[in-house]
């Protein structure tokens, strides 16, 4: 029924709902009449709601058209969509870790060999650590003793032994030479596929023999590479054991032992109580002179292990 009919059903209503009134109560006309009523009530109410449905079927149609079509172009459909790939995190593992125990001793081996069998100090920087930067300054050091071309000859070498810096795994080997009479403590460093000498380290560079050192007395600061041990507060008999610690000090392959006494409060002290342990000899690099009274003293601490970290940064 359309909306034309409805309205002339909607009249006749009125018009009995009327004829009702004057005429007086008829259950057929008041029945039909409000039969009538109640359809286009209804009718007009579901107008409404029938266009506002429309209008949102509408509406979520296009929005639905916009998405489909956005997907189509930035992920075509003949294309797979891409997942990003994970990040895979590859940590570091150096030779001595990678190697077996045989490894390292035979790769220790061949860096100490072609070391001492070099015969100049280019072919020396081929198994140090950090060569080049280090090549003016075996030339100096060399050049003092007339051995630049001169190779020391491998002799044999002991059973090289672990160790650590900075929490790195290094190695240590004590090889002499051909003749058998000299000795030399090496350190090594795993690098790439073999081992690097830390040369700063197995080297007496900088200073005077522990000898000369010991009768010259210099009072100027000299840079010294020794042995430090501790030594009792019983066995200290020049300072009060409130007043310094002491050590005694060597230097590798040397029998003549003098003793250092250090100010407990002093920066020094602090720096070797923190690296030498309590019953063994200590590699340190230190500043040493002779005071006025003709006594041992520590002027600065340079750095442990005879070797520096800030060699590390120029590899």
């Known amino acids: 029924m359309d909306l034309k009919d409805l309205n002339k059903e909607k009249d006749q209503a009125y018009q009995t709902r009327g004829r009702v009134e004057l005429e007086g109560p008829s259950e057929n006309l008041i029945e039909g ?152 403590m090496y350190s090594l460093f795993p690098r790439g596929d073999g081992m690097k000498i830390d040369w700063e380290a197995s080297v007496s560079y900088g200073e005077y023999s522990w000898p000369r050192f010991l009768r010259e007395k210099r009072k100027e600061k000299t840079q010294m590479r020794v042995y430090l041990q501790r030594l009792p507060s019983f066995k200290a008999t020049r300072k009060l054991p409130n007043e310094a610690d002491a050590y005694e000090v060597t230097a590798f392959g040397e029998t003549q032992i003098e003793v250092l006494y250090v100010a407990k409060e002093s920066e020094v002290n602090e720096a070797l109580q923190a690296v030498v342990p309590e019953k063994l000899k200590h590699p340190v690099n230190l500043f040493l002179s002779w005071n006025e009274k003709g006594e041992l003293q520590a002027d600065e601490f340079i750095h442990n292990l005879w070797a520096t970290p800030e060699r590390k940064k120029n590899e």
């Open 33 to 184: 009449a409000t039969q009538l009523e109640e359809r286009w009530e209804a009718t007009q109410s579901g107008l409404p709601k029938l266009m506002v449905i429309s209008v949102i079927g509408g509406l979520v149609g296009v929005v639905l058209a916009m998405v489909i079509f956005y997907r189509m172009s930035v992920n075509p459909a003949e294309e797979n969509p891409r997942s990003e790939p994970e990040l895979v995190v590859v940590e570091e593992v150096n030779f001595i870790e990678r190697s077996t125990t045989s490894e390292v001793h035979q790769a220790v081996e061949k860096t100490v060999r072609g070391f001492m069998e070099a015969k100049s100090n280019m072919e020396r920087c081929l198994y140090v650590l950090g060569g080049d930067r280090l090549k003016e300054t075996m030339d100096e050091f060399y050049a003092r003793y007339g051995s630049a071309s001169q190779p020391q000859g491998f002799g044999e070498m002991r059973k090289p032994e672990p160790g650590a810096f900075e929490g790195e795994t290094i190695m240590f080997a004590l090889a002499v030479d051909r003749s058998g009479k000299k000795a030399w």
